[in-house]
């Protein structure tokens, strides 16, 4: 099993410039988040979803879009890049309820110029 | 707001010395988790606490979770190499689904 599945890896924009990033989960989890992690700062949550066709807003959820479609898939968009948006993205996914472990993906790495 | 507050951020030991993050939330938790990141990946599950004083062991790693449920600490005994990486806690706010994490604790470990 895969297990989640983040594209792309790694990604240059321009400030102003859109793009989604995709998270897929092969678990059929409930639950999926995007996190992002910048130096000393953790991992903040932007947004959430506990289910297909729902979503939620996290800690930072400026700047940012989430689509759930499909209960395997997570998106996150960003409509106008801007440079405070570099960062490293996390998605993760677990099964319903809050007793139950999250599965990372590998991370994106976006550099906004 | 929701926050789980970790120290210290950064912490250097020589190999062979113990290890201690602390985690304290300002509400309480319904549960407690513990995740381990290495340099350049993503964070792994390592354990979750959810009893009030619980205690957990895995090796040479001894979790707790406090009796109010609203602190909880990582202790490694006798460090080594392997244990380079940075320790999150994470909780889940009672009446909320959401997964809030601490700020981690960097650990390098001296040869």
């Known amino acids: 099993n895969a297990g989640v599945t983040q594209t792309p890896k790694f990604r240059v924009l321009k400030t102003g410039q859109s793009m989604t990033l995709l998270c897929a989960q092969d678990m059929n989890h409930e639950y999926m988040y995007w996190y992002r992690q910048d130096p000393g700062m953790g991992l903040r949550l932007i947004h959430y979803s506990v289910g297909e066709g729902t979503t939620a807003k996290g800690e930072v959820p400026d700047g940012y879009n989430v689509s759930r479609l499909k209960k395997q898939n997570f998106l996150l968009g960003l409509e106008s890049a801007a440079p405070s948006q570099t960062s490293v993205y996390f998605c993760?996914?677990?099964?319903?309820?809050?007793?139950?472990?999250?599965?990372f993906g590998q991370g994106t790495r976006l550099t906004v110029v | 707001g929701q926050q789980v507050m970790q120290i210290p951020q950064y912490q250097h030991v020589q190999e062979g010395e113990d290890f201690t993050t602390y985690c304290n939330s300002s509400?309480?938790?319904?549960?407690i988790q513990w995740y381990k990141q290495r340099p350049g990946g993503h964070p792994v599950f390592l354990i979750q606490l959810v009893k009030s004083g619980e205690v957990k062991k895995q090796k040479r790693l001894t979790f707790q979770f406090g009796e109010a449920k609203k602190n909880s600490s990582l202790h490694i005994t006798a460090t080594q190499t392997t244990d380079v990486g940075t320790y999150f806690c994470?909780?889940?706010?009672?009446?909320?689904?959401?997964?809030?994490f601490g700020k981690g604790t960097r650990l390098h470990i001296l040869p």
């Open positions: 509400t309480t938790l319904s549960n």
């Open positions: 993760a996914s677990s099964r319903a309820g809050r007793a139950t472990e999250a599965f």
């Open positions: 994470a909780g889940h706010m009672n009446r909320d689904d959401k997964i809030i």
